[in-house]
């Protein structure tokens, strides 16, 4: 009887010693699965958006807690799937940069689970990786009758997907013959490709957020603020300048040092504002307009000018020297150069650096009173991809241009 009870006892606690090892085992088994979970990140673009592939985005997670971080790439249908990860929040960053685009998007506070896959959902933004303020349109041919050529503007393009300030921005004529006969080729004197050379610039005034440009919209200055269909006897054929967001106006300026300025060509229109004055070689006005071609640069507000940035130009076997103000290359944001027909590219004024080409408003030259003007094309599969107008911008103004009949003043703002 005795054996029989001892031997039931050990039974028992031989029973018991299997059951703690069972429970042991499986605790143990729990805690090495209990902390883990998935985490299944699933990319979507932005409404707007669209032409985007999803494929190939790197993704990021970060432990909130530890800062433990890891990495995958999307597959074709924009997910990434981590595996076995600690629990927590993590956060989380999709970022791919093309030559074209800059996708982003983030996700804060993903909450991963024991033993369980959570989907994310990130919503991704692109911007353009060329945007910026670009040179829409130059207009500087004239509409004749009594406008001559006074109703010149040049407009200036937010590229971009941000608000953008043009306060302090420069905008310079450059000098040089376009081509026509008997012309001289700018860079034959002046060969430092490093370098524009300008004798009428102005500066947008402003101390820093007084001229926003949104996206796809733009601003334009205009030689006079003036309104010429009154009075015309072809209305339709004329502008009216007096929603121009700035005005050139020089003679004041000009005077104060004791020359003159040119009061057939100016006119000041108190309503709208004036540019800053910063360099004019003779009393002439904003564009050149005794040759209706304007090569023109956007310069950057962090540029300086001093009179020792003014040079000498003398055309060989002539006695006029013109002072011109040197602008340094790799200041410029913009450069569009104009020429005088189609086969003036020996006479380019603007080093091929900053644009590789250049346009024309009409193939033999006879432009002026012809109401053409020079405007830079939209690239319509850009706009597409990112739900709003995008001009093109391929630093070739043979490309990025065209001569359209009649100026296009705020056409494509969205």
């Not at 080093?351 to 109401?371: C, H, Q, R």
Request: a negative charge; aromatic letters at 8%; proline letters at 2%.
């Amino acid at each position: 009887m005795k054996h029989t009870i001892l031997k039931k006892v050990k039974s028992a606690k031989l029973l018991a010693i299997l059951l703690l090892t069972v429970v042991s085992v499986s605790c143990s088994d729990d805690d090495e699965v209990a902390n883990l979970g998935n985490l299944q990140v699933q990319l979507e673009l932005a409404s707007e958006l669209g032409d985007i592939s999803l494929e190939g985005v790197d993704v990021s997670i970060t432990n909130t807690v530890d800062n433990s971080s890891f990495s995958l790439s999307t597959d074709a249908t924009g997910s990434a799937t981590f595996s076995n990860i600690s629990v927590g929040t993590y956060a989380v960053v999709a970022t791919q940069s093309l030559d074209e685009y800059t996708l982003s998007g983030t996700a804060n506070n993903v909450l991963i689970s024991r033993q369980e896959t959570v989907v994310s959902t990130v919503v991704v933004n692109a911007a353009n990786s060329d945007g910026g303020l670009v040179i829409k349109e130059i207009y500087s041919s004239g509409s004749g009758y009594i406008t001559l050529f006074k109703d010149s503007f040049i407009e200036i393009f937010n590229n971009s997907s941000e608000t953008l300030y043009a306060d302090g921005m420069y905008i310079a004529n450059i000098f040089g013959d376009t081509g026509m006969s008997g012309d001289t080729a700018l860079s034959s004197i002046l060969t430092d490709s490093d370098y524009v050379y300008t004798d009428v610039m102005s500066q947008i005034p402003g101390a820093g957020e007084d001229y926003p440009v949104e996206p796809g919209k733009s601003i334009v200055i205009a030689l006079n603020a003036v309104n010429y269909k009154e009075g015309s006897t072809a209305p339709d054929g004329q502008l009216d300048n007096t929603d121009a967001t700035l005005e050139h106006y020089s003679i004041d300026w000009l005077e104060a040092q004791g020359r003159s300025g040119n009061s057939f060509f100016e006119l000041d229109n108190p309503s709208v504002p004036n540019m800053t004055n910063i360099y004019m070689f003779n009393e002439t006005n904003f564009f050149r307009l005794i040759t209706a071609s304007a090569s023109v640069v956007l310069v950057s507000s962090d540029a300086t000018f001093i009179d020792t940035g003014i040079v000498d130009y003398t055309e060989a076997g002539s006695t006029t020297t013109y002072k011109l103000m040197r602008i340094p290359a790799d200041l410029v944001v913009d450069a569009v150069d104009v020429l005088d027909n189609s086969g003036a590219s020996e006479f380019k004024r603007i080093p091929s650096a900053l644009d590789a080409g250049f346009t024309f408003v009409n193939a033999d030259g006879a432009i002026s009173y012809t109401g053409l003007s020079s405007r830079r094309k939209v690239d319509e599969i850009a706009s597409d991809r990112f739900g709003r107008t995008i001009l093109i911008d391929t630093n070739n103004s043979t490309v990025d241009f065209e001569a359209i009949a009649f100026p296009d003043k705020y056409g494509y703002n969205n």
